[in-house]
Structure formats: C-alpha cells, structure tokens
C-alpha cells in the first residue's frame, strides 16, 4: 500500500469514528489509527480489512465479527441495514397498510443495543414495531412472525458463531410473503432487493430515529408472556400426558445443555411443562454467557463441546442428553448405546423424528430434508405413504416446501411443527425427542434399538463430513473446480457412476454451487463450500443392505469402513 492509498484509508477511518454512536468502538477505531499512524504493520491489515468492502447481506442476513468499520458487525453496519430494509418494506405496502416488524435478539454482545437501534429506526419509518422483553431463542421470534402477522421479522444473533461475531437475521410474513413463506428466512429475489436499498455510505444523522414508540412484548410474570404464549404453541407437539404416558415422561432422566446460550430456561420449561420432571441442566453451561467460557466453539457439533453434558448424564444415569446451540434453532442429542455414551449424528436425529412424525401426520403432509443430508428419510416417506421433497441447504428452503409436515438438515435442523414455526426449532424438536424415548424406554426398547429397526427396514444409511477451513479463500474455488473438471473415476474401489454439476440446477433444485457423486455401490458424495464458514464440505453417505436385525451390526460395519475410505480417498484427492 503506497502513501496515497494509506492516507486515504486514514482518512476514511477518521470519517468513520467520527460518526459512530457507540463510543467503544469509535475509541477503538481511533487507538487503531494512532497506532498504523506510528507505522505499525499489523494494525495497517487490521485497517485495511476492516475497510476493505463492506458487509454482504444475502439469504443469511449478515454475520461477523463485532468491531468498527464496514466489515464488522456494528451500529453503524446495523441502522443502514435496517434503513434499507425499512426502505423494502415502504415500497411494498405503498400506502395501502402500516408494515408490522417483530424483533428479537440473543446474549451475545451487543445484541440488545443492535435490536434497540433497528426498533428505533423501523418506528422512525411509521411501523408498528415489537420488541422482545429481554434474550430468548430464535425460534420464539420465528414464531412471532407468524402468530403476529409481522411483513418482517429481525433476529440479532450469530447462532453457534465464535464469541466475538454477530449477526442480523430476516424473515418475512404478513403481506410480503405467501402462506408457504410466512415467517420464513428470507430467499433470492427478496435478499437482493433488499441489499439494493441498503445505502453503504449513508451518515449516519441521516438516518431517521427516535427514542420510544416501540412496543416491548410481556415478560416473564405479565399477561401474555411472550415465552410463556411460544411453549403453550409448541407443547402441543407431542400428545396431552395422560396415564401412562405421563409415568413414562416422568421416568425418564434428561440432561439439558444451553451451550451458554439463550435456550436454557425455555428449555426446561418446555420439558417440564409436558411432564418431563426428572430433567437436569449442565450448571456450568445453563445460564447466557456471551464469553461461552466452557467451549471452544459453541456448537454442539464441535469436538469436547458436549463433553460436560456427557459426564453429568454418566454421574446420573441419564436416559438422554440434549444439547441446544446458543439462539437454541437447533437440537442435538446424545445416548447410551449399550457400550458407550455417543452423540447422534444430526441425520439420525431427523431419521428418529421423521419415523414418529410420519406415524400420526395426515398423508397429504411432506417429508423433506436438504440435499445434503441423508436418502433414508425418502424410504421412511414412501414406506408411509406419502410424498418426499428435497430441498437446497438452509432452511429458508425447507420452510418452503408445500403441504410440509416435517423437515429437517443434517446441521442439527428440525421442523417438527412448521405451522407454527416456519423454520428449524430446537426445542419443539427436543419435545419430540424426548418423548420418543420415553416412550420407548417404558416398552423396553431404547433411541439405539430403534435406529437399528430403522437400518433394517431401510438399508443401514452411514453419514459423515470432510470439512476443510480455509485462511485463503480463493482456494476453494479451485478445489470445487478440480472436483467439476477432474472428478475421480473411482471412490473406495467403486466406480464413479454419475457426476453430477449443480450449479447449472436441475429438475427440481435451482441452481446452487455444488457437485454430486455417486458410485456403483450407492454411495453418495456431495461437495459445496459453506454458506456461513471460510470451509470447504463433502457430505458422505455410504448404504449397505442388512438381512434382518441381527445383521445390522456387520452391514453398518462394512458402511462405515467404506465411508472411511471414501473418506481418505478424497481428503488426498482435493489436497493433492
């Protein structure tokens, strides 16, 4: 970088903590400037990456690290984006009706000063705005959208991110969205309109403000209770606890997890509520913490992250742990298999689900999944009669799906109630869950027993991830054009029967960066960089056919050995 160019990116930076409402970060952006003034290099990249574009908002909203500059989450990132989506919604109503904005935000920091700034910035615009009481999960606030008829709804949070990232989410509902669409992320077109109207450079005196106006939904111990007004919704998941179904609920011993999120009292509640009264909370991890002190990702997906949940439930006896992320969207799980506790892979958490679900859903009703995740849930579909969809990643897809009864990712995502949370929902999913093994548990059966019936009936299905993280981000357009123009002929012995590119769509998906491979053995490879992680992933799935319940070990034994070796073989495929 030349002089010229350094003072101008000095002079940019000035501008910038000139006009920052938050004092914190327009002190630290003028410490960063008087240390690159003192010739320091580092700080120099620090600089430069903080002003080197700004934010993109797509279908995931924006997310990243908290900080001062356009490429960091902020106030001043935060009140543009919400001037642009206010701009959205005023072109759509056109006059004819007042839009109606519903906003919820998590622990993490700074989530309530960037909810409180988009309040004030939507009620500037003559919306009815409503505002959360305090932190609560994100699937409250997808519920909201749809109970309150809301043309938008915002959600400050960055899920299972780093401590130090933020992020902003939107859905749509009311006039600006179809039934299938109400209350759903936002998708393409809508994200791109939306990004037009947000003014990059807009000062931040120019945006329209005010101090009150804004009506904060009931908290805890007030008449309506928004918390309160979401359990009473998604307790009706599962059946009323009558008789024996209440015994079995109460002998059966839950170890809860809130990852130090915003789910753990809700959480509780909703077990409790529904008669699940021997359920126990991680101590350490039950109350928000925006540090996530205990982790070193907050993802229940990551290595060691349930590492407490597991030694409480071996020192109880647990019959289950559930484990939420902390905006509490997603739902994981861990059990006894009969020879060690293990955490279940997100496919068959939704393979579990899936099965309970198409027991009592009315036939019209879908089963559907992304195309990432696992083919059993298309064989538990047709084997009960009723259609299966496959979906893109996220989602803001899924939601989507017509006549949807249950849905679900691999990413720990599930819908298991999708008329009243248009999205995924990790505690209704939990309910679920959690009576499912109750329910087994009294006949004697166990969560691993019926995986095992599950494998019988359908194949014995093995899934796993390659996950490969980047620091040079070109590199992985390289990698997914290798894989395009010189896939390999061979995975694991077999032969690579069908290649497919779907970045050019097909009959069914849009079109989306990702390639398909299968082999003559059935197995499946699909490659696609991650939408929300500097990461490159290849979802693995391997399918072997058992002869009856008592070969289910041998055929998931020769499943996982060939899904380790597609493994191997393609690990030194894409780093070679």
């Known amino acids: 970088m030349n002089q010229t160019e350094k003072n101008q990116l000095l002079a940019q930076a000035a501008d910038w903590a000139a006009q920052d409402p938050d004092p914190a970060t327009a002190q630290e952006l003028r410490a960063l400037i008087s240390t690159v003034e003192s010739g320091d290099g580092p700080a120099l990249e620090d600089l430069a990456d903080r002003f080197s574009g700004v934010l993109e908002f797509g279908t995931a909203g924006l997310r990243a690290e908290l ?40 622990a993490r920091y700074n989530s309530d000063v960037f909810a409180t700034d988009s309040a004030a910035v939507f009620t500037a615009a003559g919306f009815e705005v409503l505002l959360m009481p305090s932190a609560l999960p994100t699937p409250v606030l997808a519920w909201a959208v749809r109970t309150f008829g809301a043309e938008a709804g915002v959600m400050v ?77 998604i307790g009706n998941v599962i059946p009323r606890a009558d008789g024996s179904l209440a015994a079995a609920r109460k002998n059966l011993k839950v170890v809860v997890t809130a990852m130090h999120g915003v ?26 913490d925006p540090d996530f002190p205990t982790v070193k990702f907050p993802n229940p997906e990551e290595p060691g992250a349930i590492d407490l949940s597991l030694e409480l439930a071996r020192k109880l006896g647990a019959d289950l742990v559930i484990a939420n992320d902390p905006d509490a969207d997603r739902c994981a799980a861990a059990i006894h298999d009969g020879s060690a506790w293990r955490m279940l892979r997100g496919d068959e958490v939704g393979w579990l689900l899936g099965d309970q679900l198409s027991r009592i859903l009315p036939a019209e009703q879908k089963l559907a999944n992304s195309i990432v995740s696992s083919r059993m849930l298309a064989a538990i579909a047709k084997d009960s009669g009723r259609e299966h969809e496959e979906t ?28 009243l949370v248009r999205d995924k ?152």
């Open 425 to 576: 929902d990790g505690m209704s999913a939990a309910l679920v869950l959690a009576d499912l093994a109750a329910e087994l548990k009294a006949g004697s059966n166990s969560i691993q027993g019926r995986l095992d019936e599950l494998a019988a009936k359908h194949g014995v299905h093995v899934t796993d991830q390659l996950s490969m993280r980047f620091t040079d981000l070109s590199q992985i357009p390289v990698l997914m054009e290798k894989i395009r123009t010189q896939a390999p002929a061979q995975l694991a012995g077999a032969e690579v029967t069908e290649v497919t590119d779907l970045s050019q769509g097909t009959e069914k998906l849009p079109a989306t960066n990702a390639m398909v491979l299968h082999t003559f053995t059935g197995a499946r490879v699909i490659v696609r960089p991650s939408g929300t992680e500097p990461k490159l992933k290849c979802y693995l799935e391997t399918v072997e056919h058992a002869e009856d319940l008592a070969d289910v070990p041998a055929a998931r034994a020769r499943a996982t050995a060939q899904c380790q070796a597609i493994k191997t073989e393609l690990e030194a495929f894409l780093t070679n």
């Open 263 to 288: 789910g753990g009292h809700t959480m509780r509640l909703a077990l409790l509520n529904s008669g699940f009264s021997d359920v126990h909370m991680v101590p350490e991890q039950e109350h928000p």
């Open 67 to 106: 900080g001062a500059g356009p490429m960091r989450m902020n106030r001043v990132v935060v009140m543009r984006t919400a001037a642009g989506i206010s701009r959205f919604l005023s072109e759509r109503a056109a006059g004819e009706y007042t839009p109606k904005v519903v906003i919820g935000f998590d």
């Open 392 to 419: 893109l990643t996220g989602f803001k897809w899924i939601a989507r799906v017509e006549n949807l009864g249950f849905g679900y990712e691999e990413a720990l995502g599930y819908a298991v109630a999708p008329s």
């Open 157 to 233: 949070t960055a899920s299972h991110n780093p401590p130090r990232d933020n992020g902003y989410k939107v859905y749509v509902g009311g006039k600006v969205a179809d039934e299938v669409g109400r209350g759903a992320q936002i998708v393409s077109p809508i994200d791109a309109q939306i990004a037009a109207l947000i003014d990059a450079d807009q000062p931040v005196a120019d945006i329209k403000r005010v101090d009150s106006g804004w009506t904060v939904l009931p908290g805890a111990a007030e008449d309506g209770d928004i918390e309160a007004s979401y359990l009473d919704s």
